[in-house]
């Protein structure tokens, strides 16, 4: 079956969730491809439209696809809409954290056929194989289906907890150098997940909500194995012409052992330079010497209130202020940049 993604949103962002999905499609058979819209309206333009139109007339989709977060989701309807007007046959899936949140606010717009809960990879191929061979769609785990007005609410499945038998992130379902070359020399970086989940309990959030919905919820923090890492980085390095990589995983420096063997094997065979995100109490001067020797240039720390005593009681982050210093300390004796992530108007 052919599956069409949109991808749309204020800049040129690899869409990652869609490439995992789009990877496992593939996989299993399906032809799958990806339009990518940048827009900075908040209502989609004529250009768009006739953009959506090209690519439902070219690629023939049976089902379009969408990773949907709150600030999109004004979009995410206006394209609905326009594809129910054009081809009232094309089923529409949302997914992603604003269906996984907000599931009967995403199900209730008359033109979203059906809304993906959590993990999409399994739920998605079960759809596409039912709508292919016309059989019952309704009681798909993950899903929440739309079937003569009636809305069939199922539950969610465990956690996919072997992440190296996933394939990787599809990067061939549109232009990816061209897409990297929308940055300049210098500035063209690839985006990686060595991980899913996070072992924190921060108050604002949505993991800790997340990890509520799995049977296996003590699984929610799942790491790739170093060689199916190191192996995906250094095919791209084979395949694009790139600068840097970007690890956005919530914390790369959880297991020092995992670390010290990823510093040797990534140094060795992709030599990249790299940042990545961190908590300050990972950030031990072994773990940053680690990422150094790995080739690391910017650690990204989440502060998110300069109030220690605020963010330990509200915010469930208690690191001190004292340990914020000196691990910024220890990455600038490492001749690491910092990079913080602050909220304002708690």
Not at 98 to 112: F, G, K, M, R
Not at 262 to 284: D, H, I, L, M, N
């Amino acid at each position: 079956m052919k599956v069409m993604f949109i991808n749309i949103g204020s800049d040129h962002t690899y869409p990652t969730g869609l490439g995992s999905l789009s990877a496992y499609l593939k996989k299993h058979g399906h032809t799958t491809r990806l339009l990518d819209i940048v827009s900075s309206k908040k209502n989609l333009s004529a250009e768009d439209l006739d953009l959506i139109r090209e690519g439902l007339a070219a690629f023939n989709p049976a089902l379009v696809g969408f990773t949907v977060f709150e600030t999109g989701f004004q979009w995410v309807k206006c394209i609905c809409d326009f594809i129910k007007g054009v081809d009232g046959s094309v089923t529409t899936v949302a997914g992603g954290y604003y269906p996984t949140l907000a599931p009967d606010e995403v199900i209730a717009h008359p033109s979203i056929d059906v809304i993906c809960r959590g993990e999409g990879e399994g739920a998605l191929l079960d759809l596409v194989n039912g709508l292919e061979k016309g059989a019952d769609i309704s009681r798909i785990k993950n899903l929440w289906v739309k079937v003569d007005g009636e809305v069939y609410k199922n539950g969610i499945r465990p956690l996919i907890e072997d992440l190296d038998g996933l394939p990787f992130w599809d990067r061939t379902m549109f232009d990816y150098q061209a897409h990297l070359d929308l940055s300049k020399k210098g500035d063209r970086n690839v985006k990686v997940m060595a991980s899913r989940g996070c072992p924190y309990h921060c108050t604002y959030c949505s993991n800790f909500y997340f990890k509520s919905l799995y049977s296996n919820k003590n699984k929610y923090l799942r790491m790739r194995s170093v060689d199916n890492v190191v192996d995906e980085i250094a095919s791209l390095k084979e395949n694009y012409d790139f600068d840097y990589v970007g690890f956005h995983d919530d914390n790369l420096t959880l297991f020092p052992a995992w670390l010290e063997e990823f510093s040797v094997k990534y140094r060795e065979r992709v030599g990249k330079p790299f940042y990545c995100a961190a908590r300050p109490e990972t950030c031990s001067d072994e773990n940053l010497k680690r990422l150094s020797d790995a080739g690391c240039f910017m650690v990204l720390i989440g502060l998110e209130c300069g109030d220690e005593e605020y963010r330990k009681e509200m915010m469930n982050r208690r690191m001190t202020n004292k340990l914020i210093v000196d691990v910024c300390k220890r990455l600038k004796k490492h001749g690491i940049l910092i990079w913080t992530f602050n909220m304002v108007g708690m």
